[in-house]
């Protein structure tokens, strides 16, 4: 559990800093659901699924993760929202990247647990 605490309040600073340094209000609508799309496709695509339990290739792995990325960038572009900026893109791989770390020692925790019992 001291990981995956560990994980998460890394993650939360890195995160601070990381809207500090491109001025990106974390509390809108929109980033809230880019960084819980991006967050979460890094958890279970990248951490689970690659990284843990090696399920998934990776060149199916980058085109999961492409379509998705690219799927919420096309909704935005028909609602008149630009998130083609590099401060954008540059959050976007952070958050995917905090995803797959968290969801790697998630799940090595859980597996630790599961064999211990």
């Known amino acids: 559990m001291k990981?995956?605490?560990f994980v998460i309040v890394a993650g939360l600073i890195g995160l601070y800093f990381v809207n500090a340094a491109f001025k990106v209000?974390?509390?809108e609508k929109e980033i809230l659901i880019h960084s819980a799309i991006r967050f979460f496709t890094g958890f279970f695509l990248?951490?689970?699924l690659f990284?843990?339990?090696h399920k998934i290739k990776l060149k199916s792995l980058i085109?999961?993760?492409l379509a998705l990325?690219?799927?919420d960038d096309v909704l935005d572009y028909f609602r008149n929202i630009n998130s083609f900026s590099a401060e954008a893109i540059l959050h976007s791989f952070y958050m995917l990247f905090w995803g797959s770390m968290a969801g790697y020692i998630v799940m090595k925790q859980i597996r630790k647990r599961m064999d211990s019992q």
């Open 3 to 5: 990981a995956i605490g």
């Open 25 to 27: 209000e974390i509390f």
């Open 46 to 48: 990248i951490g689970v």
């Open 51 to 53: 990284l843990y339990a």
């Open 63 to 65: 085109y999961l993760v």
């Open 69 to 71: 990325v690219l799927a």
